[in-house]
T-cell receptor, first 112, second 112 residues
Framework: GNSVTQMEGPVTLSEEAFLTINCTYT??????LFWYVQYPGEGLQLLLK?????DKGSNKGFEATYRKETTSFHLEKGSVQVSDSAVYFC???????????FGKGTKLTVNP | NAGVTQTPKFQVLKTGQSMTLQCAQD?????MSWYRQDPGMGLRLIHY???????DQGEVPNGYNVSRSTTEDFPLRLLSAAPSQTSVYFC???????????FGSGTQLSVL
């Protein structure tokens, strides 16, 4: 079945540093791919998505490109802020929209 | 708009006790689901529902029951709590055919 492997953290960066969080997937066909973010004490919320190969999802300065050749969907941001401190999850559908498979999460801490 | 509401936020149980975690959404979503979040494990699907009267098992259903008598509510029942069920539980919902999940803020459960 579909699965996702996510870079494990934690990741600690200084403000304005460049961020990459790696995510690779195994899937039948070409499902949509997602990044969710969980801020401290909150539930997850959708950060961005991409629905087909070579599609780029973007939101709040974060970007991720759906790479079919490398089966990857790495999350990037050019200049992180303290407010970006959170846990980031890569995800894809298991077999239906209500059944997402999540990576183990990567905790990001950004120091001023 | 309240979105997805979970109660309680915190709960401590003794081994063998039963309880119900409540989840309600006011967005008229067809799909609802329950996940548990454990350190180093990411989120794992417990049960899900594609509409009122229809439920199915996820990855880790043992020890949990669900029902869906209305579109709005999707309670999760722990039949006889065990320490292995200590976790943070998240309820999520989505529109039919739309893969964006909306999450509640979670219930932190400790079983002693």
């Amino acid at each position: 079945g579909n699965s996702v492997t996510q870079m494990e953290g934690p990741v600690t960066l200084s403000e304005e540093a460049f961020l990459t969080i790696n995510c690779t997937y195994t899937a039948t066909g070409y499902p949509s791919l997602f990044w969710y973010v969980q801020y401290p004490g909150e539930g997850l919320q959708l950060l961005l998505k991409a629905t087909k190969a070579d599609d780029k999802g973007s939101n709040k300065g974060f970007e991720a490109t759906y790479r079919k050749e490398t089966t990857s969907f790495h999350l990037e941001k050019g200049s992180v802020q303290v407010s970006d401190s959170a846990v980031y999850f890569c995800a894809l559908p298991r077999g239906g929209s209500e059944k997402l498979v999540f990576g183990k999460g990567t905790k990001l801490t950004v120091n001023p | 708009n309240a979105g997805v509401t979970q109660t309680p936020k915190f709960q401590v149980l003794k081994t063998g006790q039963s309880m119900t975690l409540q989840c309600a959404q006011d967005m008229n979503h067809e799909y609802m689901s329950w996940y548990r979040q454990d350190p180093g494990m990411g989120l794992r699907l417990i049960h899900y529902s594609v509409g009122a009267g229809i439920t199915d098992q996820g990855e880790v259903p043992n020890g949990y029951n669900v029902s869906r008598s209305t579109t709005e509510d999707f309670p999760l029942r722990l039949l006889s709590a065990a320490p292995s069920q200590t976790s943070v539980y998240f309820c999520a919902s989505s529109f039919g055919g739309d893969e964006k999940l909306f999450f509640g803020s979670g219930t932190q459960l400790s079983v002693l």
